[in-house]
């Protein structure tokens, strides 16, 4: 697959704002947008795929009720397809590798696309067939694959839509830093509140910057074991942008130096800004591929809290975990959700006796984001309500 980008498509790309342009920069938003040869394949999952591209996986792992073939659609994520074919959607390096020839890559998946299911000595591969020969009864295998550029470019890891706005809004701060970070000193003609389009005076050290992140109050994020800080959580307002005016100290008629504010337009809102709203440079991005897989290791932890204001979540919401970067948690890992065991009382003896049931599996979690010691990660499933404390580990 080609791309061709003319200069002025390069400069369009470029002027990209807002939440489509945060997106693009992480290369989730369209494949279309982002060079396919600097999406990674950790050498891990090219470890895995080999093995499994042998001689495809054993008839077990697969799914109950996979199907002998599956046309790629808009909408579909790899998490979708791998569940459809394997018992674990995060086992995807091993339905990459069951087809190591044709799925070079396992981000360049496209729609139309359709994948089938080849089972043989207790053993099954996946492979592609043309699109335009699905549902007429004879399916061709090729050597190839199809290759043409599409206007929805490559299917996503996960639902990007819920975990998009995340990306530029979640944020840990190691100290309490945005004590002293630039903040909003006054508003456009003495407003309380500021919405998109305002106007915003700032004090502080921009520190040359131009675009900013703006928050209100820093919360602290408590290890429900140890009871450490791990880092601070910004509850997120909008982002503003620089809009420079000239000089910011001007010599008023009695010779004393005045103070001028630097002048800020608010571009998008999550919140109103206020008076006092704190600053923050937007963070450089990154190009990230989510591949779901698991912890090369034994891993356990628990949960810190409910992003937002809320005490308990359920499936498709975020919660922060009390592992990070440095703990080794990598953007991709699948995580199992622990419910802990109910007490009771064994009355089946001579006497009462009270005793817990054993920790229950009951959903999954997909890490998006890292910080050091704090990782952001979205409910996949969820049984009962997940709360703070609650414990994961490796799946």
Do not use: C
Not at 46 to 74: F, I
Not at 78 to 84: F, M, R
Not at 188 to 213: C, I, K, P, W
Not at 232 to 244: D, I, M, S
């Amino acid at each position: 697959m080609s791309i061709r980008v003319n200069r002025r498509t390069s400069r369009a790309l470029s002027s990209l704002t807002g939440l489509a342009a945060a997106l693009a920069s992480w290369g989730i938003a369209s494949t279309a947008l982002a060079q396919p040869s600097r999406m990674p394949v950790t050498p891990e999952w090219r470890d895995t795929a080999n093995r499994v591209a042998q001689a495809g996986v054993p008839l077990e792992d697969l799914a109950p009720n996979a199907p002998d073939s599956h046309t790629v659609q808009r909408g579909d994520t790899l998490w979708g397809i791998s569940g459809l074919f394997l018992k674990t959607p995060w086992r995807w390096p091993e339905l990459w590798g069951m087809n190591l020839e044709q799925i070079k890559n396992p981000h360049l998946i496209y729609p139309g696309q359709v994948l089938y299911l080849e089972k043989k000595d207790g053993r099954a591969t996946l492979k592609f067939a043309q699109g335009d020969e699905a549902g007429t009864g004879t399916v061709k295998l090729s050597p190839t694959v199809r290759s043409q550029t599409l206007d929805n470019g490559a299917i996503a890891s996960i639902p990007l839509n819920l975990i998009g706005p995340f990306l530029t809004e979640a944020a840990v701060f190691d100290t309490n830093e945005l004590e002293t970070a630039p903040r909003i000193v006054a508003t456009q003609e003495g407003r309380v509140m500021l919405s998109r389009g305002e106007t915003a005076y700032v004090r502080g050290d921009l520190g040359g910057a131009r675009d900013f992140r703006l928050f209100r109050e820093l919360t602290p994020l408590v290890d429900p074991g140890t009871k450490d800080v791990l880092g601070y959580e910004g509850r997120y307002v909008g982002t503003a942008v620089h809009v420079p005016t000239g000089d910011t100290v001007l010599a008023s008629a009695s010779k004393d130096a005045v103070i001028v504010p630097d002048t800020f337009r608010i571009t998008s809102s999550r919140l109103e800004a206020a008076v006092g709203d704190r600053l923050s440079p937007v963070p450089q991005q990154e190009l990230v591929a989510y591949v779901p897989h698991a912890p090369s290791g034994p891993l356990e932890g628990r949960i810190v809290g409910i992003y937002g204001d809320g005490l308990r979540a359920g499936q498709n919401q975020v919660v922060s975990i009390n592992k990070g970067r440095r703990d080794g948690i990598e953007r991709g890992h699948v995580l199992a959700l622990w419910r802990t065991g109910a007490d009771t009382v064994d009355k089946t003896g001579p006497r009462k006796v009270a005793i817990r049931l054993p920790d229950e599996k009951h959903g999954t979690l997909f890490v998006f984001r890292t910080f050091d010691r704090v990782s952001y990660a979205l409910i996949l499933s969820a049984q009962e309500p997940v709360r703070a404390g609650d414990r994961f580990s490796q799946p």
